[in-house]
């Protein structure tokens, strides 16, 4: 990532292939892991996926920006956990022009805040 005195920042990963079939080596900036496509393509299906790295970097957006929106309005945040879920069902596309998930769901649980203050940081992490 890269980023400047301005609003806009930048965001590079990389993917390369390996010798064994389906499996891609990942980086950004100096970080490197190993993401294997999923078994029923043939591919290994050992390491983490494509679908599973793209939902885990919502998860992580979700934990980081509802910490950040606590901490500017002072709110008593102890806990962030999110889990996101995602469907996709090949027999009935969600579209027909490329391939996306049918349903998306993602959950919160904050700790140290009221139900109240949940549902307002909540918020404001949707409209971001």
């Not at 990963?13 to 393509?41: I, K, M, Y």
């Not at 649980?109 to 949707?126: E, I, N």
Request: aromatic letters at 8%; proline letters at 4%; charged letters at 20%.
């Amino acid at each position: 990532m890269t980023q400047s005195s301005s609003n806009v920042r930048e965001y590079t990963a990389t993917g390369q292939s390996t010798e064994t079939f389906g499996r891609v080596l990942c980086s950004a900036r100096d970080q490197h892991w190993v993401a294997d496509g999923p078994a029923q393509n043939g591919c290994p299906g050992e390491a983490v996926g494509p679908a599973e790295l793209f939902l885990s970097g919502v998860a992580s957006c979700g934990v980081e920006l509802v910490q950040v929106l606590a901490r500017e309005q002072n709110v008593p945040l102890k806990r962030v956990d999110v889990q996101i879920r995602a469907f996709q069902d090949r027999n009935a596309p969600a579209r027909q022009d490329y391939s996306t998930f049918n349903s998306v769901r993602v959950s919160f649980q904050l700790g140290g805040v009221s139900q109240a203050q949940a549902q307002d940081l909540v918020d404001k992490f949707k409209r971001r």
